[in-house]
Structure formats: structure tokens, C-alpha cells
């Protein structure tokens, strides 16, 4: 590799594929420590926003959609008339929802407005960039897409679900 000699071809491989085998996840010292706060309740989906608020769809479908809440300093409250099947947070601190029906809605601190495009899946990312997996109720896969400049940009990758990992990195499955 280095130009200087012959390269050991066996070496090589193996120094590649070292740690395949291993689950995906952060790979650090054994003994890091992680401390659980619980928050007690049932939610099926959780977000955090950049100022430390924290969102959750519920547990008890209405109308094929789930209630969204939001923590305060007693517990979980629910938003009145918010529900959704897909929930992001915006750096603001503001959740985005998207239905049953793959519309997409955000929170102004005031009142819910419609975003173009559908949804089956949102993610906010560290730069304020909202990736979405394209709604297709077919077989639950959807085009990753990207909002950029006022329009949707499709990445040409299809998956069922998208979150954004701390530094903004698009993570789909």
C-alpha cells in the first residue's frame, strides 16, 4: 500500500474485513457508562429537538394515527388535535407529523401548516434539512428524498424509514 515492497494480499483482506461480523452501533471502550432517565409511559415513537424538548406519538391509534405528546415538568401532555404516524423535531424545538395518508404538517408555536409532499417516514437533521422516505402504501418503501431549495430531491435509494444520526447523516432501513 505504501509502495515499498510487495503487498501481503492475506493481510490486506484480512485488516478489511475485520469487525464485519459485528453489529452495527457506535464502537467504543467497554467501559462506557450510559445513564437511562425513564420517563414513565408507552410511546411508539420518540424525538428529541436541538433545545432539548422531547415529542412522542402514542400508544392508541385514532382513526389509524397515533396522539402526539409532548413532556412538560409533570409528565407526558398531550397536543390537543395532533396526531400522526411519522413525527420529526425541527431545530426549532417544533414537531413535523406526517398521517396516515402521508401528509406532511409542522407546528409553528401557534398552528399546524401543510409542507409539500408526502410521507411515510421524517427525520430533521442537524442543519435543518427534512429528509423524508417518499409515501408509496404499496409494499412500505418510499425513495429517500432531501428538501432543498423549495423541492424535493430524490437520493435513488428506496427504504421504509429515515432518522438523522447527531452530526446530520442520513441513516435509512
Known sequence: CTG?????????????L????RAPGARGPSDVRIDWAWKPGLVR?????RDGSL????TVPVAGQWPLFRTT????????????????VGLDGKPWVASNTGVIRFFDGTSWHVHPGRASSLAMAADGALWI????KTD???????????AFVDSD????RIKVDSIGVPLAI
Not at 4 to 16: D, E, H, I
Not at 55 to 58: F, S, V
Not at 78 to 86: D, H, I, Q, S
Open 55 to 58: 415529542w412522542a406519538l402514542g
Open 18 to 21: 475485520a469487525d464485519t461480523e
Open 73 to 88: 415538568p409533570f409528565g407526558w401532555a398531550p397536543v390537543p388535535g395532533a396526531f400522526g404516524c411519522a413525527l420529526a
Open 140 to 150: 412500505g418503501n418510499g425513495t429517500v428524498k432531501r428538501w432543498t431549495d423549495g
Open 4 to 16: 515499498l515492497g510487495t503487498p501481503n494480499g492475506k493481510v490486506l483482506l484480512a485488516a478489511l
Open 157 to 160: 435509494i428506496a427504504a421504509s
Open 45 to 49: 415513537e420518540i424525538a428529541e429537538g
Open 133 to 136: 422516505i417518499d409515501y408509496d
